[in-house]
RNA sequence: GGGCUCGUGGCGCAACUGAAUAGCGCACUGGAUUUCGGCUCCAGCGGUUGCAGGUUUGAAUCCUGCCGGGCUCACCA
């Protein structure tokens, strides 16, 4: 890489001309800005209290030295405290030469040996996936893919959160009101069924507060004693002694509840390798809890609920185990960390992609981890990510503002069918082909949408965008690389590029980003951020259509020139494909 | 109230973690096809980066204070 090298004789010439050694890390090298002349910049700034000098001399002088030793360079040019390098057609022409064999352009060639776990999605098994899972999914599962491309072995995981209050809630509900409705009898999805008694519990409890707080009870105290809320808690210390009743009706609800996830995912196209069960791990965690409070790690109250205290963190005291002994969130969290690591030992790391609303329970849960004494808790990580809004503000259940996860893929895929057949390319098509495109598009521009942003941040998530076809979306990516699949089938047989073949401003351009590709992936992986690749990857596109349009591909007479471009465009839809496939978007090869 | 976090053209997002005149998309205005897929390209309009100080050769970025959002501090998950 060019930029190493330039770093390497920089450091090189400051010695020689300053008598200062410096580590390459000091080196400033960017691209130069297209207002200047010249493809690759140095800021001199930091180089300064080296030199002594002044900017423009420093420049002068390092300018001089790095252009007589590095023969890639043909000639510089300072402006201010910038040292503009041109470097020589040669040397773009021959890594663009050295990267067109290569199919794999981008990923790590070797294992690097170490393992990762990625846990995302783990939903609550009382109600149906809607738009904030799915910005968890699509961004667990391409934090997944990133970390493959670098080499790791990496295994995506859940935990079902399959127990717990918010169970026995649906479960009261359903035996109420049910009447033994089941998926088959309503027709309903099973996720969708069991979720609609959780909402039916919600109103039954929100009336039974208010006829309380009419009868003179103040309102916590009514949110307490409402009879539906203290039956689900009965039923919940009954499902944990394992009462036989109420622990087949679970079963059963969860199954159905199973099979409706399992559709989702299907329809996403997303697969796990290793789940975890609430209902295995809490137990798991529970023993640990009451070992740590022998080993006097944890404190037990008079009314005999655990705590731990975290003052060393600066963390509030926290909850283990409740009065009654049924454990909460954090004890099975404890529980499933403690197993992931016996059935994978040696994990590099444990990333849980969890909303930021639970920044504060994984700061616990680490710390945690680290007074149990496990070393590996420095090595968990929380992957963080801001909530999705909508134009109208918050998804509220109670306002019915949810989007629905299996309705907004149907309208998406449905929306890039619509689209497809008015303007699309499809006479060859079959019809199982063509619906396999629509989900192409329209899933790849869903995807595209929800992980374009940062996840650190809050996104607006407006439905009538999701799918559209220009400016900063899936299917301008999709488009693009059809149009190159369609360039390339008349193009025909590949042939070696000539290092000597005339190049202009916007194919050298285009040759510097796609050299960019692995730097992309790097950082994308470093930090976790799959954001960073589509930024990089419509940056690329957007310098390809300006170069397709600028210039004659097949039509070009000179067969240098004309082989240089088709290479150029071939290397284009690599590298789209090679960045869309670590975002778990596909791309057709028409539309 | 304590902690964390975010305020960038009308709207939605960038800015390589301190560098050149803060970029892009949507929307709006005007152009481009005897051309390989026009779901394309080119140009214009539009910003005192919430406000006020400070550090620095250089600040959207770092520090302090204020204003305004969001999240959190559960015997919920």
Redesign the pocket.
């Known amino acids: 890489m060019i930029n190493v090298l330039l770093a390497e004789i920089a450091v090189a010439g400051v010695l020689d001309l300053y008598g200062v050694q410096m580590d390459t890390s000091a080196i ?1 090298i ?4 297209k ?2 002349l010249g493809d690759l ?1 140095i ?1 001199v ?2 180089l300064l209290k080296q030199s002594k000098k002044s900017p423009a001399d420093t420049a002068l002088e390092l300018g001089n030295y790095i252009s007589t030793h590095c023969n890639s360079v043909n000639a510089f040019n300072v ?4 040292l ?1 390098l041109e470097i020589a057609n040669s040397y773009w022409l021959s890594s663009l030469s050295e990267i067109s064999n290569d199919i794999d352009f981008g990923y790590a060639k070797q294992n690097s040996g170490k393992t990762y776990m990625v846990e995302y999605s783990s939903p ?1 098994t009382n109600k149906p996936l809607h738009l904030g899972h799915l910005r968890n999914i699509f961004l667990g599962d391409s934090v997944t893919n990133i970390l493959k491309a670098h080499g790791h072995q990496v295994y995506r995981t859940q935990i079902i ?1 399959d127990r ?3 169970i026995c809630k649906s479960m009261y509900a359903w035996l109420k009101f049910g009447n033994n409705e089941t998926p088959e009898t309503t027709g309903l999805k099973g996720d969708k069924l069991v979720g609609k008694y959780y909402v039916e519990f919600d109103r039954i409890y929100k009336q039974e507060i208010e006829d309380l707080i009419a009868s003179g009870i103040t309102e916590e105290e009514a949110k307490k004693t409402a009879p539906s809320i203290l039956e689900a808690q009965k039923m919940l210390v009954r499902w944990e002694s394992k009462d036989s009743e109420i622990y087949n009706l679970w079963k059963k609800m969860n199954s159905w509840v199973y099979e409706g996830f399992s559709k989702t995912y299907q329809s996403m196209h997303v697969e796990f390798d290793q789940l975890y069960y ?1 209902s295995d791990t809490y137990i798991g965690g529970k023993e640990v809890v009451e070992k740590g409070v022998n080993e006097g790690l944890f404190y037990k ?1 008079e ?1 005999s ?1 655990v705590w731990v205290d975290l003052s060393a963190w600066k963390l ?1 005291d926290k ?1 283990l185990l ?3 002994g049924t454990s ?2 954090m004890t099975q969290d404890i529980g499933t960390a403690i197993q992931r690591h016996k059935d994978f030992p040696g994990l590099s790391g444990l990333i849980y992609t969890v909303g ?6 994984f700061k616990v849960l680490f710390a945690i981890l680290e007074t149990l004494g496990f070393d590996w808790a420095k090595e968990c990580s929380h992957l963080s990510y801001g ?1 999705v809004d909508l134009p109208s503000g ?1 998804m509220k259940s109670r306002e019915g503002t949810v989007v629905d996860a299996d309705d907004l893929i149907a309208t998406v895929i449905n929306d890039a069918r619509e ?2 057949e008015e ?3 499809l006479q060859s098509l079959s019809m199982i082909e063509k619906e396999a495109l629509y989900n192409t598009i329209g899933l790849g521009g869903l995807k595209y949408y929800l992980l ?3 996840p ?5 998530f ?1 439905p009538k ?1 999701s799918i ?6 899936g ?2 990516i999709q ?1 693009a690389f ?2 190159i ?3 390339l089938k ?1 193009a025909g047989d590949r042939k070696d590029i000539r290092l000597d073949t005339d190049l202009s401003l916007i194919e050298k351009k285009l040759i510097i980003e796609l050299l960019n590709f692995p730097q992309a992936i790097n ?1 994308s992986g470093k ?1 976790l951020n799959p ?2 690749l589509i ?1 990089y990857t ?1 940056d690329l596109v ?1 310098q390809f ?2 170069f ?8 070009e007479v000179d067969e240098c020139t004309k082989n240089m471009r088709i290479e150029l465009s071939r290397m284009t839809s690599v590298v789209i494909a090679n960045s869309m496939r670590l975002l778990g978007i596909d791309v057709p ?3």
């Open positions: 400033q960017q691209e130069t800005k207002e200047f910049t800021v700034f930091p402006v201010k405290g910038f503009n609550n959160n717990g209050i918010h609430e109250k009314d609920s509030d909850l409740r009065a009654d909460v969130y930021n609303e639970q920044e504060h329970h909530m918050k689209m497809t303007r699309g390319h374009r942003v940062d650190k941040r809050g996104m607006m407006d965008e559209d076809l220009n400016g900063n979306t299917p301008f488009y059809a149009r699949q369609s360039l008349k950082e930090q954001s960073l930024n419509y957007k259509n300006s397709y349009q600028s210039v004659p591909i097949l039509k090869t028409q539309m």
